[in-house]
């Protein structure tokens, strides 16, 4: 498979700046993600939730990590979240450059 093929990003957001830092630091040191961008916003996030529209300012996470990685990424990501239902979303990469590819796929193995 080549490199790009096998790269996926990842968005969630959460709640605060402060659980987007500690969420970024434990998912880059459980080796399930290779680099995890905060976007602080806030990011302006209506949704229906338990049948109700709601409102909320949030902090975006982009994820970057192998196709391989992520099963236990999102695990990882539900273990920490403060949500009860974390986004997840998955977006498969077409291309990139190949140093940067390689340099992702080594910081996620095992």
């Given at each position: 498979?080549?490199?790009?093929?096998?790269?996926?990003?990842?968005?969630?957001?959460?709640?605060?700046?402060?659980?987007?830092?500690?969420?970024?630091?434990?998912?880059?040191?459980?080796?399930?993600?290779?680099?995890?961008?905060?976007?602080?916003?806030?990011?302006?996030?209506?949704?229906?939730?338990?049948?109700?529209?709601?409102?909320?300012?949030?902090?975006?996470?982009?994820?970057?990590?192998?196709?391989?990685?992520?099963?236990?990424?999102?695990?990882?990501?539900?273990?920490m979240?403060?949500?009860?239902?974390?986004?997840?979303?998955?977006?498969?990469?077409?291309g990139?450059?190949?140093?940067?590819?390689?340099?992702?796929k080594?910081?996620?193995?095992?």
């Amino acid at each position: 498979m080549s490199e790009e093929k096998n790269v996926r990003l990842v968005l969630t957001t959460c709640g605060s700046l402060a659980e987007a830092k500690r969420l970024a630091t434990g998912l880059v040191d459980k080796r399930v993600a290779a680099c995890v961008n905060i976007v602080p916003g806030p990011v302006q996030s209506i949704y229906r939730w338990k049948g109700k529209v709601e409102s909320a300012k949030e902090v975006l996470l982009i994820i970057k990590t192998t196709s391989r990685r992520v099963a236990a990424l999102e695990r990882e990501l539900k273990r920490m979240h403060s949500y009860e239902v974390p986004e997840f979303l998955v977006i498969a990469i077409e291309g990139g450059s190949q140093g940067y590819l390689t340099w992702l796929k080594d910081s996620v193995k095992k």
